[in-house]
């Protein structure tokens, strides 16, 4: 299986456990594949599902895919505009980042989310109560070099096509409402920001929040997995043996190499949670 990257980078995407998601969902049939929090879309992307609908609270992920979705976003146009950028950033050694910064906060150009994406520190997707973006420069003022630029530019296109490809529907909108929308015969995968771990995502994440995740799934009747962390070196997610308790889990080994600093960087035990059997 090929995994095909987003060009959009956060902490938590899942790109290295696609596979594993993958194989607990490749015998299930259903209408609708439903994300509730797509984040970057690694997920839906690479399972491609026929029938999609992918919602975030975050507006600048939605608003990102569907202008590439509508074509309003080209591979060309991200290469023309990054190159542009890039010599800016360049030739400022660095400052010229946090215009963008500026910029991006007071008209949310879906170009210059994804320059803050790939040139803000370690990759980090943060937002203040504001909605601000606030993730400081990765100090790199080479950062796109042509290289990272035709990356980028092929994991658009790579994107467009499965986009085009498929039958997608990329909404933003709190987690609650769609879980009333969800019919029986849909599938529904939940990777919401993890409890019991600093959040600081795009919305913080509350005990009553897993809590209305869970009722919502349990009472929609239809089949879904989410994933969320069982252990680190630190501590165990008890939520999984309170709120959770009733559902099927399988774990896996994982590492994060997003973090504030090296020393939070550990391995983590992954958790899939499902009212279906797992692998």
């Not at 095909?4 to 015998?27: A, H, R, Y």
Request: charged share 25%.
């Amino acid at each position: 299986m090929k995994i095909f990257v987003p060009p959009i980078k956060s902490q938590g995407i899942k790109t290295k456990l696609v596979k594993w998601i993958s194989s607990n969902v490749e015998n299930i049939e259903y209408d609708n594949w439903i994300e509730p929090f797509m984040g970057t879309g690694v997920v839906a992307f690479n399972i491609r599902p026929k029938r999609a609908i992918l919602c975030d609270s975050n507006p600048h992920l939605i608003r990102f895919y569907n202008a590439i979705k509508n074509k309003e976003i080209t591979s060309g146009l991200v290469r023309k505009y990054l190159t542009k950028e890039g010599q800016k950033l360049l030739s400022s050694d660095g400052d010229y980042y946090y215009e963008v910064r500026n910029r991006f906060n007071e008209n949310g150009n879906p170009l210059d989310f994804i320059f803050l994406s790939r040139s803000c520190f370690n990759g980090m997707m943060r937002f203040n109560k504001k909605g601000g973006f606030n993730v400081p420069f990765c100090k790199k003022p080479n950062r796109f070099a042509p290289a990272l630029i035709t990356k980028i530019t092929n994991q658009v296109e790579n994107i467009s096509k499965i986009i085009q490809q498929g039958n997608y529907t990329f909404k933003n909108q709190d987690f609650q409402i769609i879980l009333k929308e969800i019919q029986q015969n849909d599938l529904v995968y939940c990777d919401p920001p993890y409890i019991g771990r600093h959040v600081d995502y795009f919305d913080s994440w509350s005990e009553e929040e897993e809590i209305i995740l869970r009722n919502g799934l349990i009472n929609s009747g239809t089949k879904f997995i989410l994933s969320t962390w069982l252990s680190n070196k630190y501590r165990t997610n008890e939520y999984i043996f309170s709120i959770w308790k009733d559902c099927n889990v399988a774990t896996k080994e994982h590492f994060y190499h997003v973090g504030g600093k090296v020393i939070n960087r550990n391995a983590v035990y992954e958790a899939l949670l499902s009212n279906v059997m797992l692998k």
